[in-house]
């Protein structure tokens, strides 16, 4: 068999085993000399005339195996449809698309939303398949449909306790089961109620987003309330923070650079604009990279890598950016020169100053690079005695620049 010939074939697996594949599946299973695939997976096709391999541990061992046998008949055993948070997309930046074959089954979102009655393309589909549970806070927004990959049995319960914690207790949860084989059940609570025991690991959850008065709910715009942000001082605020979100310009699947991590408020934001924007924080002091840490996890943006350190040594070997944000550490000997050079050509760079000596630094940036300059004042009202008075924060200036 010709490499560029198609000989792996992926073949997606339900509850139903055999009795649910195709003729065209099924005939492809049977003259495979080699078929790997979860303990679950090969039980269900059994029995077999191949040699068989469950998955190693680590997982990716598996690919090497894989790829050891390119062009002899090979099967990969996923569940449902292997390119739908499957394996199939890990095996296709590995083997070119037109040498394998995919049978794919129902998803298991699919039949999440067939047993709801819900429309799929209304639903926010999720996992938590090996990602952390906090990833879903983002999505938390009132009346929202969420279908959700499960982890395993303990799931739907840590999502009970993250809803009652965002005073979302009055959602409904649905615990789907086994979807389409003899063991499939379905059962539904709310979170405040969730008394749901013995689920099986392989199971879908099945969200209805319940808002009452008290809930905490991410906003869909940046300037989250500064209240929102364990900090020691070092925090963008509010108002400035929106403005600086605005100059960075976050697109899709973006990375930026926060250098001067701070409480992490400009580099959550960032990720909260997008499900697969990314941010690589750089702080040097390991209670500040924490208090991030947790800031970021309470708020569910998962994407942000915080290394601790000083830059400009800091930055070395870091993938590079689309975006970089200089709060913190800019009058540093080295750190613009570093991080210009690093960011990608079209790349933006904000840098944010409060000192006259910073702010001395941007005017001979931007007579070098160009670019738009701007001054931020904001004045909030607070009380003065038993009346109310205007008390301005210190001005920030901003220098925002493309790199051509």
Known sequence: MAPNAPWLTVIGIGEDGRAGLSSA?????????????????????????????????????????????RGQPTCVLATGDPFHYGVGAELARLVPADEIVCF???????????RMGWSLPDCECLSLHGRALERVIPSLQPGARLLVLSW???????????????????????????????RERIRHTVANDFTIADIDPLNTIALEIV??????????????????????GQLTKAEI??????????RAGELLWDIGLGAGSIAI?????????????????PERAERARRNA?????????????????????????DAIFIGGGASEPGVFEAAWAALKPGGRLVLNAVTLETETLLGMLYA?????????????????????????????????????
Not at 26 to 35: I, K, N, Q, S, T
Not at 104 to 114: G, I, K, N, V
Not at 153 to 170: D, I, V
Not at 379 to 402: F, K, N, Y
Request: some cysteine; aromatic content about 6%.
């Open 269 to 285: 934001e960032w990720c909260l604009r997008h499900p697969r924007n990314r941010c690589i924080g750089i702080e040097e002091r």
């Open 297 to 321: 996890l309470e708020l569910g943006a998962t994407a942000l890598d915080i290394r601790i350190g000083r830059a400009p040594e800091a930055l070395a070997d870091l993938p590079a950016p």
């Open 211 to 232: 808002a009452t008065g008290d809930a905490r709910i991410v906003p869909l715009a940046p300037g989250l309330p500064d209240s929102w942000f364990e900090n020691d």
């Open 25 to 69: 599946a099924l005939a492809a299973l049977d003259r495979a000399e080699f078929v790997i695939g979860g303990v679950r997976h090969l039980a269900l096709v059994a029995p077999l005339s191949a040699q068989t391999q469950t998955w190693p541990s680590p997982f990716s061992d598996g690919y090497s195996m894989i790829l050891a046998r």
């Open 368 to 404: 070098r690079h160009g670019g738009t300059m701007r001054r931020l004042a904001v004045s909030r009202l607070e009380a003065v005695g038993g009346m109310h008075g205007w008390r301005a924060a210190m001005p920030v200036t901003q220098w925002v620049v493309t790199k051509p």
């Open 104 to 114: 794919p089954q129902p998803s298991a979102f699919s039949l999440a939303a067939a």
């Open 241 to 250: 923070r929106a403005l600086t979100l605005a100059a960075l310009a976050p």
């Open 152 to 182: 395993d049995g303990s799931t739907p319960g840590q999502l009970a306790e993250l809803l009652k914690a965002h005073g979302l207790g009055a959602s409904t949860i649905t615990v789907l089961e086994a979807m389409g084989g003899p």
